[in-house]
Structures are given as structure tokens and as C-alpha cells.
């Protein structure tokens, strides 16, 4: 639950989209606590990504795009629209995911390693930085030209799959996130055209996560 | 008044009462309708019909449980479960998806993945094994690396690139039931319900432990509502329901009934004996029948079906009306004869009275229904147990009962005078008699058969509109009619099986079944397995075509390792059956491979049956398969059993009469000691046929008992009836008799149970006829003529 309000929060605090002429943007938080202070109180988030995963079995990266879509307080859909249609949806603590190669969706809620994906975002997006200290080293890093910081996973379980991740934003939100897999495998996700506040309405709503869903109610 | 016991009756008393003792500390009643399954050299469907009613299949409950929100009934719902898994009547629980299943699988598997390429390896492995087979499948490869669920294919795509194990994973999740998983929970489909499967430890049918399990079930709900602080519903479906509610209902009806027919016998008592005492004396032979034929049973069953004991305590109450007989003829005895005299002088009479009702039912104790021979050697125990006590014990009872009241006297003679008609040729008896002989001709042809078993018992209409509404919300399997492979080996089981799931297929895609489920999507035979490795392997250059299929479309060269190693080492053995049986998927074969005796059952289990005739035309031709419908097959079962039972009716009524031949030695007293029975049997079926009752097998087996009583009357009034005053008193205790057990048995006919009902109008009506019937033996014995000819 708290995934998605923090993630929702997190990337509100990044700030309006990069080029945005109206309001002066924000300037580039300089303490974790001020980055974190900044996610509070979104509606919701939808952005673009465009994804490249650095993967030993292939000689190139391999490229998807796709939209992100976050529902406060623990909703998020990520939808992979090229190569192929796919999504990971996160309804709380429901997880599944949905291919073309099959109408039934795979629940992978209690899915260990799908656990540990999903678990990491979760806690990360949730902006609940005790949570996020307790779960991982944290680093950052803030400069005039923008913000880094690095999450490496304390649990050992955990970074037998995940190495860590690295966000990076200039005064918005979130620009980039990096994820370093222990078999040495890598993406790097760039955000694009993030909208904050956005107001989901309830047939997107049920677009996104189907006709009997629970998220966005109050 | 003091009553001074001598040894013999001390003997039986403290008999009654320690035997009384021991019933009480050991009965454990059931109500197992596999007892009511044939079993022994039977069919093997039948062998498996009786052990499907008590599988697992049977003793699983779904629990379907509603807060006010999803969230909160998953909440209540696990709650739940954790309450029953530490239940100790329940086997299992499982809300959802357990991870170990998932894991498991992967340990099974993955290291065999190459045995489940396909169901026809020999054509279809070349065909997927083909260049641009393979550039397709690292197009679908690389599209499954690009989205999220990456990591899952990540791990395993550089050891199976052909995408084998997710075959697996397909076809097993294919073949679920359609219920809906939130974070790995079962909801219902509407997705309002929690949904939660239990097994039961004890049989569906053991009401002695599911009766205190269902209501632990609801306290716990009752429980979580309050600590909760929500309101919960709660809807359940299983067996052990229906079997606990009718089982209650008889028990009520029995209650109810035991306290009318025993006020109604002691009016009767008071009526014509004019003594409780009496009352008691007569009744303690039949008592001691009970409790020896119970004694007996437990030591050598170890427990009873109540259907057993019911009709077992009603054959061995034939044995009340030899101590009323002797009563009557002892207190109404001339020249004050002794109790032990009037039991000599009675002795050839009563024992073969017991001997020819033993007769009338011992048929029962060689049918293939372990239920029905339980109630034969109940009945037999327990009336040569009653005998003996009537012949030993009641003679010195006897002395302890008061004298009848004048009014008995009085009756008896009235009754001699109206039953030995002096020259009257009993025309009020004599004319309904011939009518039915008649009528019997038409009646014949009109008697209705119902051999569904399930109408035995009245189903209480709103727990069966909820085991509806719950099994709507999860579609579960047709748990009635599936299909069964029979083979006398696991490998040719689970081939045959193989095929017949290959030929459901067409009825999947066109909408004639909305599913199946099918050990094949776990276990191929061995055959099978090795016939997919041996397809594999013989493709030329096989690693090299892959990689170079892999790289066209960006995959490293050397990614696949992994895969060029599984193919050049030693493979696995086989999957078989014992490996799952072994693993935590396990339990999911209990309801697919149920071993026989001599054989193994595989079932495929059907869901959204269009047409059964379809699938039954779509498996035409494969051997030892069959498509089982346990209704329909119980009903053919019950419907022979019947005939047989019918049959056996005329066999018992052809032996009883060689008995009453051997014993009388003549046509004509033998014949008569007959008629009243055969006339019962003849007005009842009349009556049936032309009532438009649907009779079943319980009217036929209370008709054996019925009969057995009729021919009874038939030797006490052909023994004892030799003028009007013996007549009278013999017609005294017929009237004793018929009435008490017209009270005891009669009263079922109100009962709510269509089982009890069909004992009830049986026994109660058939022991009145055969009460009506009685004096026409001295028609046939030409009594009365001589008679009025001496007077």
C-alpha cells in the first residue's frame, strides 16, 4: 500500500516534468530527508519509460517501452507496450503478470523472486525513509546539476538477485533508475513526459487494474 | 407385591444390564453409504464407486466466507484456515496457492523437461525443432526478456531455451479450477467470498465426528466475527453436511416416533393385558435379542450403520410377538397349565415361526452389500437370541406377569366367535382376498420402480440452494459423472489416460466441456516420456542449430551452456507416480489415481458437461475407459439389486413353504400357514401399483419382514387354533401383536425421512393385512366346517 503513496509522493517531489515553463522548478533537494519531505500528498503518476536491459544472454540490450501508472497508496501498473504487450500489475500485496501468450493472468504474489522485485519497489516507492533505511544502504548524493542516490539491499536473500539500485533526477522527479542484478545483468529505465497529480477517473482506473478494483477508493 | 427372581432371570437381567453397559460405552453408529455399495467379486466400477463415496473427494468441504470488504474476508479467511489447521479432524487446508507447490514443481520438472515436449513427440518435436521453429521461439524468448516479468524467464531460458518447463507450468495452471487468486488467496469468482477447501479426517459420513466439526467450523467463524468486529457470512458445501442433516432427521423422526409408539403400545398394554408389567416381561426376550445381536456386531464390525441397527431392531421385534403369544396362551390357559408347560406346548410352533422368518430374510446374508448382510446376521443373532430367552428365561417371567384382565377373556372369546365363523365362510376376508388375487394380475404391469437412492432421504432444500451458491462461485468439477480409466497397470493407466485427455481436447475448443482435469497435465507414462527425450535427441546437430537459431536473433553463442550440457548428460529417470505421490503435489493425485483391488483408476474429472452422450462418443473405442456416471450407475446397481431382492422374495416364500411342509407334512395346513402372507404381499403390491407409490428397495426389504410376520400368524393360528377357544386366544395375541407392532412400526409412516416413511406404510399397513388375512388359514384348513359340524 504504502509502495504506491510513496512512490506516488516520491516522484510528486521530483518535481513537474523537466522543461515544464510555468512555476520555477524546485531546487535539487540536498538531503535525503528534504527529497523524501517533498513525496507527500499526490494523486497519482503516470510517466513513459523507455527500458534497456543489459542481459548476458544477449549481445545487444534489449529495448521496451512502455507507460507507468501509480495509484496512490498502493496501486501501480507497469506496461510494457513494445516488443509485445505485457504489464506487472500491483494491487497492495497482489502481484501478477500478464502476457499475450496467455489470457490467464500469473499471480506471483508468493512468487520468491517476483517477491523480491516487487518488494524492493514497494518499500522504495512507499517514501517511508525508516522503512527504506531499515530495508537498504542508502546513499545520496545531491549536487546543483541534480540528485543521486543508491540503494544496495541489506538482506542478503535480497542481493543474491538485486545488487542495488540507483535513481537519479535533476530537479524533478525521477529521470533514471539503474538496477544492478547480482549475475551481473543491468537496466536502466528513463522516465519520460511524468505527469504529477494526475487524477485517475474511475474507467482508467478499471482500464488499468480491472472491472472490481479497489484502487483509487478512498 | 414382592418379586422373588429365580437364578436363570437374575442370570438375564444382569446379562441385559451388562451387555446394556457395553453397547452404551462402545456403539458408535455411522451412516456409511458405502455399506449400501456392492462390493466383493463386483464389478470394478462398482469397487470404485464405493470407494469414491469415501475419498477424498467426498470428505472435502469449500468454505466460502464474506466480510463487509475482500480485504477483510481474506483476512477472516486466513484466519480460518490457521483455526483449522489446528483442527484435528481436518487432513488440509488450503486458501491458495502454497509457494512449496510452485517450488516443487520446479524440483520435479525442470531437470525432466525434456520428457513433456509434446503428446506427439515423434511429429512434433521435428516440426518445433525446425530452423524457423526455433528463430520463432527466440523472437518470443527475446519479447519475454523485454517485459517485466523478466526475471522469470531469466532464470531458466539459458538451460531451456525451447521453453519446455513452461509447457509444464502452462498445463498445470491450465487445469486449476477457475477460482480467483488475490495475492495467491482463493476468492470466489465474483470475488466477494474468501474461499477456503478443507479435508475431512473422518469419513463424510461419520456423524459421530462431523457433526461436532461442522459446529466448530461455525463457532470459528462466530469467533473472528466478534474478535474481528465485523459481520462474517459464512456458506459451506460438503457431504458431511447433507449426511449429518439427514442423519439428524432421522434421529428426530425417531425420537419422535419411539415416543408415540411407546405410549401407543403401553395403551395397548393397559387395553388388552392390562399390565405394564406384562408389558416389560414380553419385551425383555426381544430386548435381549437387541442387545446380543449389538454385542455381537461390535465385537465383530467394531460399529454400525444406522440403517443396520434400524432395520436389524425391526426384524429381531418380530421376536415380541412369541413371548405376547405365550403370554396370552399362558394367562388364558385352561386348568391352570404352568408357564413352562405353555411354553412346551408352544415351543414347535414358536421355533418354527423363527425358523421361517430366518428363512424369509437369509438371503439377504449372501447379497454383495455389506450393509445388507449386516442387517441379515443381525436379525439372525438377534432372533435366535430372542428365542432362546423366550424358550429358557420366559418361562420363569411369565409366572411374575399378572393375570389378564376379565375383559381379555371376553375379547378372546368374541374373537373366536368371529373369526371361527361356525360355518361362515369368512366371506369378509375371503372376498378382499380373492380381489387382490385378481387385481394383482393388473396391478403388475403399474408398479413404478424409483431406484435413485438419492430420494431415500429428504434434502433440505436451503442447505442445498447454498451448496449451489457455493459451488457456483467456484465451478468446481462435476463430482458425479467423470471418466475413469481402468488398466491393470500404472503405465497403461496413465497412457490410457494420455489419450483420453487427447481426445477431450476437441470438446475443450468447442465449448462441449469448459474444462478438465487430467493427470496428464502432471504425469505421462513412461513410455511417453523417454519416446519425447528419444525425439529430441535424435535431432541432427541439435545445440549448434539452436545457438545459431538463438544468435540470428541476438543471443549470445555461448548463453546456452546450460542447455548443450542437459542434452549431453545422463537424463533422469522417468517421472512416475511414486515421484509426485513423494512431493507436495501429492495430495492433487488423490481425487486422479484411486488403486482397486486388482486394478488402478485413473479419472479425469469434467467441468461444464454440454452433453454427456458427446463425451462418451469422443472416447468410443478406447479400451478400459469409460465414462462413469455414479448416479446412473448406482441407480442400475439398486435397481438389480431390487429385482434380485424380489426375487429372492419368492426363493425365501418357495423355502419357508419347504419348511412348513417339512414340518406339517401335509398340503393343506402348510398352504394355510402360507396364505395370509402371500395375501399380504399381494394387497400391498396392489395397493402400491395402484396408489402410483414409486416403490424402492427399502419397501421390498420391509416386505421380507412384513411377510416374515404374516406367515408367522399363519403357523400360530394352524398350531394353536384348534376350536373357537384356542382360536380366541390365539386371535388375542395375533391382535396384541399386530397392534403393538402396527404402533412401533406403523408410525413411521409420518416420519419426514422418505426412507423411514417407506419402512413405516410397508410394516404398518403389512402387519394390518396381515392381521385381516390370518383366519382365512382356517378356510384353508376346513376348520370351521368341522367344527360346526361337531357342534
Known amino acids: 500500500m504504502r509502495l504506491a503513496a510513496s512512490f506516488a509522493t516520491w516522484i510528486l517531489a521530483m518535481g513537474a516534468a523537466a522543461g515544464a515553463d510555468v512555476p520555477a522548478p524546485p531546487a535539487v533537494p540536498a538531503t535525503l530527508e528534504e527529497l523524501m519531505g517533498r513525496m507527500a500528498g499526490t494523486t497519482g503518476i503516470v510517466a513513459t519509460f523507455e527500458e534497456h536491459k543489459h542481459l548476458a544472454l544477449l549481445e545487444e540490450p534489449v529495448e521496451s517501452r512502455g507507460r507507468l501508472a501509480f495509484v496512490p497508496p498502493s496501486c501501480m501498473v507497469w506496461n510494457v507496450r513494445s516488443p509485445g504487450e505485457s504489464s506487472l500489475v500491483i494491487e497492495g500485496e497482489r502481484v501478477r503478470f500478464r502476457d499475450e501468450t496467455s489470457p490467464q493472468a500469473l499471480d506471483l504474489s508468493d512468487n520468491p523472486i517476483a517477491r523480491h522485485f516487487v518488494d524492493g519497489f514497494m518499500v522504495l516507492f512507499n517514501g517511508d525513509l525508516s522503512a527504506m533505511r531499515e530495508q537498504y544502504a542508502l546513499e545520496f548524493r545531491g549536487r546543483d546539476d541534480g540528485w543521486r542516490l543508491a540503494l544496495t539491499p541489506r538482506s542478503a536473500r535480497v542481493r543474491s538477485v538485486i545488487a542495488s539500485i540507483v535513481l537519479e533526477g535533476r530537479s524533478g522527479p525521477i529521470d533514471r533508475m539503474e538496477i544492478f542484478e547480482a549475475d551481473g545483468d543491468r537496466t536502466v529505465t528513463e522516465f519520460a513526459a511524468v505527469e504529477v497529480d494526475h487524477r485517475f477517473d474511475p474507467d482508467e482506473l478499471r482500464e488499468l487494474f480491472g472491472p472490481r478494483t479497489s484502487c483509487g477508493s478512498p | 407385591m414382592r418379586i422373588s427372581l429365580k437364578p436363570r432371570s437374575l442370570a438375564l437381567l444382569a446379562g441385559i444390564a451388562g451387555m446394556a453397559v457395553f453397547c452404551s460405552l462402545q456403539m458408535q453408529l455411522e451412516s456409511n453409504v ?363 417371567l411369565l409366572d411374575l406377569a399378572p393375570p389378564l384382565p376379565r375383559r381379555a377373556r371376553r375379547m378372546a372369546e368374541r374373537l373366536g366367535g368371529l373369526g371361527h365363523g361356525v360355518g361362515r365362510p369368512l366371506l369378509w376376508q375371503g372376498v378382499p382376498a380373492a380381489l387382490c388375487v385378481v387385481l394383482f394380475v393388473f396391478a403388475v404391469p403399474r408398479i413404478r420402480w424409483v431406484d435413485d437412492m438419492s430420494a431415500w432421504t429428504r434434502i433440505d432444500p436451503e442447505l442445498l440452494a447454498e451448496d449451489q451458491r457455493v459451488r457456483s462461485r467456484v465451478t468446481p468439477f462435476d463430482t458425479s459423472r467423470f471418466v475413469v480409466v481402468l488398466a491393470d497397470d500404472e503405465q497403461t493407466a496413465i497412457a490410457m489416460n494420455s489419450r483420453v485427455r487427447e481426445r477431450l481436447e476437441p470438446l475443450l475448443d468447442d465449448g462441449g466441456l469448459t474444462g478438465v482435469r487430467s493427470l496428464h497435465a502432471l504425469l505421462w507414462s513412461e513410455d511417453l516420456q523417454r519416446r519425447n527425450l528419444r525425439a529430441l535427441l535424435a535431432e541432427e546437430d541439435l545445440y549448434p542449430r539452436v545457438v545459431a537459431a538463438f544468435a540470428k536473433e541476438g543471443f549470445q553463442a555461448d548463453a546456452f551452456e546450460p542447455f548443450g550440457e542437459a542434452l549431453a548428460s545422463e537424463p533422469p529417470a522417468p517421472l512416475t507416480l511414486a515421484d509426485l505421490r513423494d512431493s507436495s503435489l501429492g495430495p492433487l493425485l488423490s481425487s486422479m489415481v484411486i488403486p482397486l483391488d486388482r486394478q488402478l483408476a485413473v479419472i479425469t474429472h469434467l467441468r461444464g458437461i454440454e452433453s454427456i452422450s458427446r463425451v462418451a462418443q469422443a472416447l468410443d473405442g478406447l479400451e478400459g475407459v469409460r465414462v462413469f456416471e455414479q448416479r446412473a450407475f448406482l441407480n442400475d446397481v439398486y435397481a438389480e439389486f431390487r429385482s434380485t431382492t424380489a426375487e429372492q422374495i419368492v426363493v425365501g416364500s418357495l423355502l419357508v413353504a419347504a419348511i412348513l411342509l417339512a414340518r406339517y407334512r401335509r398340503l393343506r395346513p402348510a398352504l394355510a400357514a402360507l396364505l395370509p402372507s402371500i395375501l399380504v404381499a399381494l394387497t400391498l403390491i396392489d395397493g402400491f401399483a395402484f396408489l402410483g407409490t414409486g416403490l424402492n428397495l427399502l419397501h421390498v426389504m420391509t416386505l421380507i419382514m412384513v411377510l416374515g410376520m404374516g406367515v408367522d400368524y399363519g403357523i400360530f393360528i394352524v398350531d394353536t387354533a384348534h376350536g373357537r377357544t384356542d382360536f380366541g386366544v390365539t386371535f388375542l395375541s395375533l391382535l396384541v401383536s399386530c397392534l403393538t407392532t402396527f404402533l412401533v412400526f406403523g408410525t413411521l409412516a409420518v416420519a419426514s425421512q422418505p426412507v423411514l416413511r417407506a419402512v413405516g406404510t410397508t410394516a404398518g399397513v403389512g402387519i394390518l393385512l396381515a392381521f385381516f388375512y390370518s383366519p382365512l388359514a382356517l378356510l384353508v384348513l376346513g376348520r370351521p366346517g368341522e367344527e360346526a359340524r361337531r357342534a
Request: glycine share 8%; net charge negative.
Open chain 2, 34 to 396: 458405502t455399506k449400501f455399495m456392492p462390493d466383493g467379486g463386483g464389478s470394478e466400477l462398482a469397487a470404485l464407486s464405493r470407494q469414491l463415496a469415501d475419498s477424498e473427494l467426498t470428505r472435502t468441504m469449500i468454505l466460502a466466507i464474506r466480510g463487509p470488504s475482500l480485504p477483510i474476508s481474506l483476512e477472516a479467511g486466513e484466519a480460518l484456515a490457521a483455526r483449522l489447521r489446528e483442527n484435528d479432524e481436518v487432513k488440509w487446508v488450503r486458501n491458495g496457492v502454497d509457494p512449496m507447490e510452485i517450488e516443487s514443481l520446479y524440483e520435479l520438472y525442470f531437470p525432466r523437461r525434456h520428457y513433456f515436449l509434446s503428446d506427439d513427440p515423434e511429429h512434433e518435436i521435428p516440426l518445433r525443432l525446425s530452423t524457423p521453429a526455433l528463430v520463432e521461439r527466440a523472437r518470443a524468448l527475446k519479447r519475454e526478456l523485454a517485459s517485466p516479468g523478466a526475471f522469470l524467464f531469466k532464470r531458466i531460458a539459458a538451460a531451456d531455451p525451447l521453453g519446455a518447463f513452461a509447457d509444464v507450468v502452462s498445463r498445470v495452471r491450465d487445469e486449476r479450477p477457475t477460482l480467483r487468486l488475490e495475492g495467491n488467496r482463493f476468492v470466489s469468482l465474483d470475488g466477494d467470498y474468501a474461499i477456503l477447501m478443507l479435508a475431512t479426517r473422518a469419513s463424510a459420513f461419520d456423524h459421530g465426528r462431523q457433526v461436532p466439526l461442522l459446529a466448530e467450523i461455525r463457532r470459528d467463524v462466530d469467533d473472528l466475527s466478534r474478535e474481528l468486529e465485523v459481520p462474517l457470512t459464512l456458506e459451506q458445501s460438503g457431504t458431511n453436511r447433507f449426511a449429518a442433516d439427514a442423519q439428524s432427521a432421522i434421529r428426530g423422526d425417531v425420537y419422535v416416533v419411539c415416543g408415540l409408539s411407546f405410549l401407543g403400545v403401553a395403551l395397548v398394554f393397559m387395553t388388552l393385558v392390562g399390565s405394564l408389567r406384562a408389558f416389560v416381561i414380553v419385551f425383555l426376550p426381544t430386548l435381549t435379542g437387541i442387545l446380543v445381536a449389538i454385542s455381537v456386531g461390535l465385537i465383530f464390525f467394531g460399529g454400525f450403520d444406522g440403517l443396520t441397527l434400524a432395520f436389524g431392531t425391526v426384524l429381531i421385534g418380530v421376536a415380541t410377538d412369541y413371548s405376547v403369544h405365550a403370554l396370552v396362551h399362558h394367562r388364558l390357559a385352561t386348568g391352570g397349565e404352568t408357564a413352562s408347560a405353555t411354553l412346551r406346548r408352544l415351543r414347535p410352533t414358536l421355533f418354527y415361526g423363527a425358523i421361517t422368518t430366518i428363512a424369509s430374510f437369509v438371503g439377504l446374508a449372501f447379497t454383495s452389500f455389506p450393509a445388507f448382510r449386516e442387517i441379515s446376521t443381525f436379525s439372525i443373532v438377534g432372533l435366535a437370541a430372542s428365542l432362546a430367552t423366550t424358550f429358557f428365561v420366559l418361562p420363569e
